[in-house]
């Protein structure tokens, strides 16, 4: 089997996932709308494309709060990795550097962020959490993620509580007994009932940036309001994000988001994006429309359960390769 | 089986009810266009989710008519519960009052006033009726509903001939000889065909007050011509309906009339809506576009058809755990 | 088999016609756009539904050209009814005569003009014709339909060639031996080469004016330019049609078309029109937007081939039903 | 099998011929949203059809570059024709001579110049290239050209690079070794890689001019600000198109794009459009938006694989019947 493009790796974690593990990546909230949305909403937008341009030479290169990747898409954070391939995160790591791009490593991980860090040394890592009720444990993890190297802070936002998918409650689902979320002390049905802090608000993100002198990012900001406070906050990213459309379902699709918070934060901060990029074409929209940088989220998981570190190289190269195609052709 | 959102329990109905019942239940008027339209209107309704606001403690009761409700959602007028349940309305009555909510008791219910004002003592029940042609009847039922405790008049409007109901026709749908009509004399077929006076007009709203000091509702306004007609009638509530897209196809969605009721009422009286209500988020929906509170019909029977209270039960609580989660994570 | 709605008469039809006959009425002009769109363009009109009127008493007579028919709907002009029904259009006009409505016979009837005429003794009819490139051949039917008693002209100017309708070129349509264009000396084969004028132009509405005393209605207009151009060569009324998507494809549907052509005409002549009619709802909707009747085409040939006269009835019953109760539910 | 419309040509070529060359025919880039846009857009499009005008006589030559074709339809230039039939490009030139239409013979022809100018001496030929890294290869290829007799130089500007046929990929897409390009020294899979210049800029239509007498096309516009530029730079002609969407996907479709084309060269050259043409009133459409001509591209290669030239002429014949019967059923 011939791995053309992303929905051939798809094709496959479905076919060799166990059940439950697919089901709990592929999941969208309630009825999937705006899971299925991100992706709708890109066949809306239309190049105008350009000719007799010389695109013999083309820097596809980017920098990110200032470090440079080898293009604009990078890893975003998603747990258990351990579900895709065994060695889990580290995979991913090793990947992301070996590709010269970032990744956000997950407060859920299945690796410890030493074993992350460890296994892409001085590769270009940004550190996920959420805010917990307890603040003791965010203010240690935060510490850890400083000293370890990872060079920002990705604050995820929309999930006070999580959202509705209604496979994983019909699997049951939870990590199998060799899994352990490793950077937690509490094990994964503990922490999703009760570790996080649902009465955060914009007043914690002064708290955050007590603690650490990493830049701060704040994920899930879907309106130009909260880009507004973002911005007003002192963070020094947004990622535009709707958590893949696993938290509150009928909300917009993220590239259709974008346009509104990329003119609310008028270049005060870089913008990123996540949500329903499949192919390089998608990651030029995206940069068209005012984005950094995107990042992509099931199709890394699809590219680690394919062959792990190497699988998730394919996947990267099939989107560095199609993004520049897509770049020469519209001009 | 996992019951984990209402089409797992439309799915259960579907599949253990006789299909006379079913069909009956599930019928639309003529192309079923309006019936459908009901639930796609929610899907064309997007959210702007915020973040970052203290959602740790919410409060979702509300109050109809003054009086408190654990959550802005109650059960609207469907007839012939006993062919979901065998205990029919006693069973919807109890379970209504368990969740603390409001439940509109059909004049075509297959237990008596009595009966179904017996099964929950001091739960909130409203009555609905029609305008017979033998007021004399109507007098006497609403004088009953009146003297038993029931707390409001909820007037259809949109019956002067029954819809044209397909399958009922094909099926040759009537009632099973044991289950009668039993708030009415006669028997459902002289019922569909003479019992309602296709003649009423405004003026019979003043007709009605003269009976009784009960709070009357209109139901079956989509339009706001009617909305301000209402008003000046001097009623107290009205429900945007189109009776769950059974009577005239091709009218709008209730959600989409919503909007143009809302601003025609401007407030002077409480406005609610039924028809189409499948998750929780299309509560939250109805709520952000002026309604006060909304009804569930054909949900409502599916879970007594799987387990009666037990089961009508069940449905509450999912919506009112969906409904409650959508609040928190639309900030 | 109940036939409840005309979706069971076409469901008929299509299993016991013969496919070549079948085909031949269900036939659309190329991929069919337009014959589909007539259907869907009604779909996308929504009905206003007041409440509270009293509708126990409504007149859904209607005059035409100044005659009482019994509600807004008659027989658009088709050709061949033999191939639905042994006596052909013998049956039509006694059905429309039961019903007290409208027979256009067409110049391709099965019949006689005279057979038609006994058929249904002071029936309303009109004739449907052509211009041909003989005119005296013209002439004479003319006079033949005004010497009969019919009651007005219906001129079709929708076919300066046939439209090229697929599945009948595949089948090599043509009349079974034993069936004959009565009206005309050629047979079918000859007529569909030759027959027809393509020059005609409107200077040949006053060489028709000529010929008669009859009133003269236009068929296929689609636009305000025509529809002006009509009233100005003193025609009596104007029939919006595509004929059923059977001529150019990708043009307007009716009932889209019927907007600007009511507009045009301000009332000066009476506007009427055919395609897409499948429930009584659908003329409620073109009364709506200013016809003054409508007539049905293939919904007539399949109650024919249902049942005969007896079928055709039933067919007009159904409608009948279904416009009354549409008025009455939308008030 | 009658072959009554294109869709009968298109079926058989999926049949009869070799996947891997079907596969290649039929390839669109990446996920074929814009090949399959080209015909959509089509059905989007309405005609507002008049009648009563004479339309005995209809006169559907045209002239294109001064020169006269009998309609105003001619074949685009696809690659390799004997993948479709043995003769090849051979056969494809006889037919369009046959039919008295131009054909614009492509660089990647497996039949030479020589030949297919042989093969139809007298017709209407023009000759379409690339620029290529090496320029004295484009050159010469110019030159020849111009010296057999081809009377316009159609350069294509939309492939700096292959476009992404995820087909091809997987089939491994190649040229049979019997097959040569023969026009070219090298073979397909070198030419692929490295032949053409993705440095080609405006600057390069002056060189290109310097080269030769004749007129020079541009394929491959899609907006208007590029159709500016081509006027500016002395061209005598535009084809609007985006290869068949075989180079980048998600542009938008060509019908879509002559509107904004035709506008910005308000007359000052000639403008064609290929991509999408299905029926003869496809046709219509494009010439009643400001297109002088169209160019089909598949449909050729179905009727070439049909039955080599008969069968393409059958394709031509075809579009040029229905087109003339659209032309007279709109008016």
Known sequence: MAMVCLSDFEAYAKKYLPKIAWDYFAAGADDCNTRDENILAYKRIRFRPRILRDVSMMDIRTKILGTEISFPLGIAPTGFHQLAWPDGEKSTARAAKAMNTCYIASTYSTCTLEEIS???PRGLQWFQLYIHRNRAASQQLVQRAEALG?????????????GKRRDDIRNGFRLPPHMKLKNLEQDFEVCKMSLLDPSVTWNDIYWLQSLT?????????????????????????IIVSNHGGRQLDDGPATIDALVEVVEAVRGRVEVYLDGGIRKGSDVLKALALGAKCVFIGRPALWGLAYKGEEGLQDVLRILQDEFRLSMALAG
């Open 150 to 162: 990872f060079q920002a802070l990705v604050l995820t936002t929309d999930v006070p509580y999580t």
């Open 213 to 237: 002198h990493l830049p701060i990012i704040i994920k899930g900001i879907l309106t130009k309001e909260d880009a507004e406070l973002a911005v007003r906050h002192g963070v020094q990213g």
């Open 118 to 120: 460890a296994a892409a």
